[in-house]
């Protein structure tokens, strides 16, 4: 028994890292594309109180930055833009890959990161 938990948590421990490097490559090979955006990302960070290569990080690996969107939406029709917000969030006079629709997803997110502080008070930032 002892010796399965420990196989379980070395391959988990395995299976954490090598996506961690296959997330950390898919951005290096969308930075040409993130840098595109490079202004609004910085700008909406800053008024957001926002790390910059958080939102980069975010339509990375939602759109590769665009690369994997049709007119903004993804293949099932069911969420748009570079960060993927849903379709309910949609706010229809938003270019999918503009400022104020990367502005909208990000306040979206700043308030979901606001409800997990909010459940979880004791848990780090970073956690949060």
């Known amino acids: 028994e002892a010796r399965g938990l420990g ?5 988990s421990a395995f299976s954490y890292a090598a996506g961690y490097a296959m997330i950390r ?13 490079e ?13 910059p290569a958080l939102i980069g990080a975010i ?3 939602e759109s590769r930055v665009g ?17 993927q917000i849903s379709r309910q969030q949609v706010q229809p006079s938003v270019t ?21 502080r909010a459940r979880h008070p004791t848990w780090s930032w970073d956690r949060q």
């Open 7 to 11: 196989r379980a948590v070395c391959k």
């Open 25 to 37: 490559r898919t951005a290096e090979a969308d930075l040409p594309r993130l840098r595109r955006y």
């Open 39 to 51: 202004i609004p990302i910085k700008r909406v960070a800053r008024n957001l109180c926002l790390d």
């Open 59 to 61: 339509m990375s690996q």
């Open 67 to 83: 690369l994997l969107l049709d007119n903004g939406w993804d293949r099932a029709r069911q969420k748009y833009g570079l960060m």
């Open 96 to 116: 999918w890959d503009s400022e104020e629709h990367i502005n909208q997803c990000s306040n979206i997110l700043v308030l979901s990161i606001n409800e997990v």
